[in-house]
């Protein structure tokens, strides 16, 4: 096992507020730090990746392509806002611009104080009624409105929400059970956040990953998408490991690696080269600050 002693003394240095870090690599525990129980938390935006396998499943199953728009899904809510240029209807937003959030918004819509808000109930008729400041595919603009649609499509396709049709599919191979995922108020699993898992759960979800989508034998998710949405879809402004590109609702990283990440420090981190998964838990809004202290405490080590 990894000495995970000198990552533990700088992040106190730092004043990095970590509560728990699983490491993995070659399918095998090879460093663990819980300064606190490893319990079950909000993953918020950690959340959209796992929205993501869902894509991939319907896409597989024929029920969605990338090209899919939105007015294909809901055409009774998609009517033209005029005088809105034609190249700016948010009907003709595709799954993919909503996947690599290219959607055309400059003020991108279903922020968390939005959400509590919002009086409207139809979250769906409410993001095809607000005006593009440009057409989508674009500008990269993070969006978590983009992946509350997404989850709206895959549940309108499919004939379930996200989170069930991903009980029996991701979550239980996983061993992942009683799976908690907020929902909107039209009974949407709430896709850009909401979801409830643990630092050691979220290590298993890497490591699928990591595996092209395999676990104990059984192909889960194609090997295809996860290869296809861990790599860079677009370019985005950003510093450090926020500037290195976005795929399809995961980012890309420096030292050639990956992640799914959420607001206030919840990460997976998967770095193909090493064969290693970092899953960290925490409560600390200095997210580059625990990306810095991961590759200079615990990359060497690997």
């Not at 998609?78 to 690599?100: C, E, H, N, V, Y």
């Not at 922020?111 to 400041?133: F, G, I, M, P, S």
């Not at 607001?263 to 925490?282: E, M, R």
């Amino acid at each position: 096992m990894f000495n995970m002693a000198p990552f533990a003394a700088k992040a106190r240095e730092r004043n990095l507020n970590i509560f728990n870090v699983r490491v993995l690599q070659n399918g095998n525990l090879v460093g663990k730090l819980d300064l606190t129980e490893d319990i079950r938390r909000l993953q918020h935006s950690v959340s959209k990746s796992f929205t993501c396998m869902a894509v991939g499943l319907a896409i597989d199953e024929g029920k969605l392509t990338l090209e899919t728009t939105l007015k294909d899904v809901f055409p009774e809510y998609a009517s033209p806002l005029k005088p809105t240029p034609p190249s700016m209807q948010p009907g003709d937003i595709t799954l993919f611009d909503l996947l690599r959030m290219s959607t055309g918004h400059d003020s991108p819509p279903f922020w968390a104080e939005e959400r509590l808000a919002l009086k409207d109930k139809n979250w769906v008729q409410h993001y095809l009624a607000l005006t593009l400041d440009r057409a989508p595919g674009e500008k990269f603009t993070y969006s978590s409105g983009d992946t509350i649609m997404i989850s709206a499509m895959v549940q309108a396709r499919v004939g379930q929400t996200v989170k069930d049709y991903l009980l029996p599919r991701l979550f239980a191979p996983l061993g992942i059970n009683n799976v908690d995922w907020e929902t909107t108020p039209q009974g949407v699993t709430l896709g850009c956040a909401g979801l409830q898992i643990s630092t050691e759960e979220l290590s298993r979800f890497g490591q699928l990953l990591l595996q092209q989508g395999k676990w104990q034998g059984q192909q889960l998710i194609p090997a295809a998408w996860i290869n296809f949405v861990t790599q860079k879809q677009i370019d985005n402004d950003g510093n450090g490991d926020w500037g290195e590109g976005y795929g399809c609702q995961f980012w890309l990283c420096s030292h050639d690696a990956y992640r799914a990440d959420g607001a206030h420090g919840q990460f997976c981190l998967v770095v193909p080269d090493a064969q290693a998964v970092i899953a960290i838990n925490s409560m600390e809004d200095n997210m580059q600050g625990i990306l810095d202290t991961v590759w200079e405490e615990i990359w060497p080590l690997l």
